[in-house]
């Protein structure tokens, strides 16, 4: 997926030199990057266009027949609204300035519905590898488009993207790069609402919910204040910032490590490595010899030379994945450190870093679980802005250090993919003004075991998208974590199912959201299922309903209360359609009674709307758990096929 081989690391040029990407500064009248050939604008509403030019020129936007003026503030930016437009279209959308001539011109623009669809790597999985693919011969379809997001983080809410939007209608050939769970939803609809559609992808693999709201949002919450405070000196000075990261992280080693304070030495220039091992060169991995039992700090050394004109040049340090922790310092100097075994090490230079002749790259990773992930040679360079790179290909020198177990380094609050706001300012903040029909969330994976946060954050996201996008109403749909883990024999404790019921308190709450329960098609061995298909057809039902308005439930059977009755307790569901059933068994299983936090399996009997747990009206019982477990097996179902959500419930 693309996150996965992307620089994971998530820093940008712009971001180190202090600014968020911005609308380039131009006296010729432009559009805002999201804007281009073959994009789908939203219908039934007044359509907002932005963009640039000279500042105080007069621009004339024109879509199809119809037009606007506008005039572009002492910063070069403008902003205009034309009257809301019916679906239709092929239009060319086009912007001119004073002269009349248009600058710039759009083709091949539809009038239609947009969806806006974000999250970590199960919205981002593409159709190339999902089931389903029986569809992809006959997906042509040149009223559905659809456009993916660039990966940008950035520490201050970006004015526009990078570079300008690459919108595709639908084909067999272009279909295979789309968000599968966001392409079935939007097939699915199309083949009910018969109108054009649009959707735009904003997603990237791995990332928490915490990345992707604004700052003032995420600042209303508690203890998120002192850790956005340190994003926003990232943006405005990032060399002061990662000094103090460096020295953060090196008072957290001191506490872990009682060695840290010795091995200071080892990062400077000066330091006389010779007596240290020599790294393989063939794949840069340790030896198996040191490999084994490793659990712990290693150092790594080596020295590049470098020309004046390549100090000039110079933009980055690649280094591949690392272990899980890393300290990166060149000459002496720290220049970044990660906390994620999976995220590629990208770390922007502060300047004066570097200088002609000798320079020395110092390393201090964790190994763990008997290796120490570090990418071979080809992996590691200085990247130059040009593109170019010079090998960091040794010789490579290394010592073991201390043997270390469960070391917690905090990540830095700009360190994707656990930063704080950043993937809003860079992938979010960009689209405001976009019109939408509604917007769909796959999130989760990467907040679990922080149920207790997770339902304030959500509520918190969907009112911060909406406020981006001036909708207050705007119809959003959140996929429910499905199954992944180990199964239980015994009912235990599940982060991943206390945060399923935190997607869904958040949900319940919000008169204009709605929940995909996907229990069922979940992979106990692949946090990455396949089975997209189904997940996207539900979110398509969810919209029909809830952003559609046709007749109907919006979603499956949900339980309503537990009540006692004689010696059974009797679990009522709403929103069911044509009865409760039970596959594949005379009883409805992944029920649990509970004493306090201490519960058990009961088999349920299917009756109606209702699931009646025989024997289970013990006078200390004081809850129902249904699918409480991070893989639970599930077969309770409705006649519409849709699996009954997981839940506690307090016994009235």
């Known amino acids: 997926m693309r996150s996965f081989t992307v620089w994971a690391a998530g820093l940008t040029a712009a ?114 590898h999902a089931t389903g693919l029986e569809v992809v011969p006959s997906s042509n379809d040149a009223q559905l488009r659809f456009v993916t997001i660039p990966d940008t983080s950035v520490p201050a809410p970006a004015a526009d993207l990078p570079t300008r939007a690459e919108w595709k209608a639908v084909t067999p050939e272009t279909v295979g790069d789309a968000s599968a769970v966001c392409y079935f939803m939007a097939r699915s609809l199309r083949a009910t609402e018969q109108v054009p559609m649009g959707f735009i992808a904003s997603e990237w693999g791995g990332t928490r919910i915490e990345s992707w709201i604004s700052a003032p949002s995420l600042g209303k919450l508690p203890g998120f204040a002192d850790r956005l405070a340190t994003v926003a000196t990232y943006g405005s000075n990032p060399a002061e910032a990662i000094a103090r990261e460096g020295a953060r992280r090196e008072r957290a080693w001191e506490a872990y490590d009682p060695a840290a304070k010795q091995e200071l030495a080892f990062r400077a220039a000066t330091f006389d490595d010779r007596s240290w091992t020599t790294l393989p060169a063939d794949d840069g991995q340790l030896p198996a010899a040191d490999r084994t039992g490793l659990d712990g700090v290693v150092w ?92 960091l290909n040794g010789p490579w020198r290394y010592r073991l250090g201390s043997p270390i177990k469960d070391a917690q380094i905090a990540p830095a609050p700009w360190e994707v993919p656990n930063s704080l706001t950043t993937l809003y300012n860079g992938m979010i903040a960009p689209l405001s003004g976009y019109g939408l029909k509604l917007a769909a969330w796959y999130q989760g994976e990467s907040n679990t075991g922080e149920a207790g946060a997770y339902r304030g954050l959500l509520t918190n996201l969907m009112a911060d998208w909406r406020r981006n996008f001036a909708q207050p109403d705007l119809p959003f749909f959140v996929v429910q974590l499905t199954a992944f883990g180990k199964p239980q024999t015994v009912p235990i404790d599940s982060g991943w199912a206390a945060l399923r019921q935190a997607e869904a308190e958040a949900v319940a709450a919000d008169a204009h959201a709605g929940l995909a329960v996907t229990l069922d098609i979940g992979d106990r061995f692949d946090i990455h299922p396949a089975q997209k298909k189904v997940v996207g057809e539900r979110l ?87 699918a409480w477990s991070d893989a639970p097996f599930v077969n309770l179902f409705d006649g519409a096929d849709l699996p009954a959500a997981p839940f506690t419930l307090p016994v009235r």
């Open 300 to 391: 790594l050394r080596t020295v590049v030379d470098l020309t004046s004109e390549q100090v000039a040049a110079a933009k980055r340090i690649q280094l591949g994945p690392i272990g899980k922790f890393d300290e990166t310092y060149i000459n002496g100097r720290y220049v970044g450190g990660g906390s994620v075994d999976w995220v590629w090490r990208n770390y922007e230079f502060p300047a004066g870093v570097l200088k002609p002749g000798r320079n020395v790259v110092a390393i201090r990773a964790v190994g763990a679980n008997g290796r120490m992930a570090f990418t071979n040679t080809t992996n590691r360079a200085i990247g130059l802005n040009d593109g170019r790179s010079v090998p």
């Open 15 to 128: 971001l180190l030199a202090g600014s968020a990407p911005a609308l380039a500064q131009s006296t010729v009248p432009a559009f805002a990057n999201i804007f281009g050939d073959h994009a789908v604008l939203q219908r039934d509403r007044p359509i907002t266009l932005w963009g640039t030019a000279a500042p105080g020129e007069t621009v004339t936007v024109k879509l199809g027949e119809r037009s606007v003026t506008a005039r572009a503030a002492s910063d070069g930016k403008w902003r205009a609204t034309l009257p809301a437009m019916t679906a239709g279209g092929p239009y060319t959308l086009s912007i001119g300035g004073a002269t009349g001539a248009p600058t710039q011109q759009i083709s091949d623009v539809l009038v239609g519905d947009v969806f806006l669809c974000g999250g970590q790597s199960n919205m981002e999985f593409q159709i190339r």
């Open 540 to 626: 398509a039902r969810l919209a029909r309903v809830v952003a559609y308005r046709h007749p109907g439930l919006r979603s499956g059977p949900e339980a309503a209360d537990a009540v006692r009755q004689g010696s059974d307790i009797v679990v009522r569901f709403r929103n069911v359609t044509n009865g409760l059933q039970r596959y594949g068994g005379a009883s409805a299983i992944g029920f649990e009674r509970c004493t306090g936090t201490t519960c058990s399996f009961v088999d349920g009997t299917v009756q109606g709307d209702t699931v009646v747990l025989p024997g289970a009206n013990w006078p200390e019982v004081t809850a129902i758990r249904y």
